[in-house]
Nanobody, 120 residues
Framework: QVQLVESGGGLVQPGGSLRLSCVASGSIFRINAMGWCRQAPGKERELVAGITSGGETHYAGSVKDRFTILSDKVKNTVYLQMDNLRPEDTAVYYC??????????????WGQGTQVTVSS
């Protein structure tokens, strides 16, 4: 079992920045990839960014060049640095850890979610 604890969400104005953190504990040797998914009201959960244990990264087109995913293996933590935030980035952000990058709810372990609201 892998446990994930997220932090760092909040309210920010358009153009602002936030950094989300996801700390993994438990059977972390099972983790091949970690990522961030988000879900806005009335929309499906989408993969925002992911990183493999080998350091390969993936970004959704809508966040490329604005978001950066980083991992700290010593701290078992993955960060999502979000810059130049837009109102359409408003959503609940979830951390996932498992065999591959995914937003499938029945794959891997999930954090509790953290709300990000971008509004003036």
């Amino acid at each position: 079992q892998v446990q994930l604890v997220e932090s760092g969400g909040g309210l920010v104005q358009p153009g602002g920045s936030l950094r989300l953190s996801c700390v993994a504990s438990g059977s972390i040797f099972r983790i091949n990839a970690m990522g961030w998914c988000r879900q806005a009201p009335g929309k499906e959960r989408e993969l925002v960014a992911g990183i493999t244990s080998g350091g390969e990264t993936h970004y959704a087109g809508s966040v490329k060049d604005r978001f950066t995913i980083l991992s700290d293996k010593v701290k078992n933590t993955v960060y999502l640095q979000m810059d130049n935030l837009r109102p359409e980035d408003t959503a609940v952000y979830y951390c996932n850890a498992g065999p591959f990058m995914t937003c499938m709810s029945d794959v891997g372990s999930w954090g509790q979610g953290t709300q990000v609201t971008v509004s003036s």
